[in-house]
T-cell receptor
Framework: DTGVSQDPRHKITKRGQNVTFRCDPI?????LYWYRQTLGQGPEFLTY????????KSRLLSDRFSAERPKGSFSTLEIQRTEQGDSAMYLC?????????????FGAGSRLTVL | AQKITQTQPGMFVQEKEAVTLDCTYD???????LFWYKQPSSGEMIFLIY??????QNATEGRYSLNFQKARKSANLVISASQLGDSAMYFC????????????FGTGTRLQVFP
């Protein structure tokens, strides 16, 4: 069990560029979540998948954001035409939903800085 | 209205002493779950403890216990015998019932343990 892996850990980009983050969940976990955390705040839910199906999306996930989990394993989060307000830590988590508490295991995050 | 409120932006505690981190929540659901996560400076969210709304006993996990007062809608985290390694951000979170699987986080409390 290698935990939840996220790549890259840090990304600096210029406004208007596209960025993509990758998340590899714990292998036996079939739920995968994306959260965003800005400075001084708690994480905010963006979306989650069960296997390859995207089951819930937050209104925070504007049309510039798209998340995929094509084969029910790793996931990507793409942000198009980045804005300075997109600067944040993007956290991925995975879980086994039938466990009693459905505890999320988080990765170390991908920090995005938009200049 | 905020669903999770953590009113202590920062707390100090001496090593080996106990400390209580406050959390109040707001929900009209009867079925919900409450979580505490620790976030060290490395950024990874670490699960500490879970309390289900129907659990009659307060949850305990090693040095962590959750003081669950349902009528007051509070779920305070108690850390006994604080250690220097406990210095971190602590987040309270709630998952409501129904079809959602998102966690709603508070703004966190920064705990600093001094020798």
């Amino acid at each position: 069990d290698t935990g939840v892996s996220q790549d890259p850990r840090h990304k600096i980009t210029k406004r208007g560029q596209n960025v993509t983050f990758r998340c590899d969940p714990i292998s036996e976990h079939n739920r995968l979540y994306w959260y965003r955390q800005t400075l001084g705040q708690g994480p905010e839910f963006l979306t989650y998948f069960q296997n390859e199906a995207q089951l819930e999306k937050s209104r925070l996930l504007s049309d510039r954001f798209s998340a995929e989990r094509p084969k029910g394993s790793f996931s990507t989060l793409e942000i198009q035409r980045t804005e300075q307000g997109d600067s944040a830590m993007y956290l991925c988590a995975s879980s086994l939903p039938w466990a009693s508490a459905n505890v999320l295991t988080f990765g170390a995050g991908s920090r995005l800085t938009v200049l | 209205a905020q669903k999770i409120t953590q009113t202590q932006p920062g707390m100090f505690v001496q090593e080996k002493e106990a400390v209580t981190l406050d959390c109040t929540y707001d929900t009209s659901d009867q079925s919900y779950g409450l979580f505490w996560y620790k976030q060290p400076s490395s950024g990874e969210m670490i699960f500490l403890i879970y309390q289900g709304s129907y659990d009659e006993q307060n949850a305990t996990e090693g040095r962590y216990s959750l003081n669950f007062q349902k009528a007051r809608k509070s779920a305070n985290l108690v850390i006994s015998a604080s250690q220097l390694g406990d210095s971190a951000m602590y987040f309270c979170a709630m998952r409501e019932g129904g079809n959602t699987d998102k966690l709603i986080f508070g703004t966190g409390t920064r705990l600093q343990v001094f020798p």
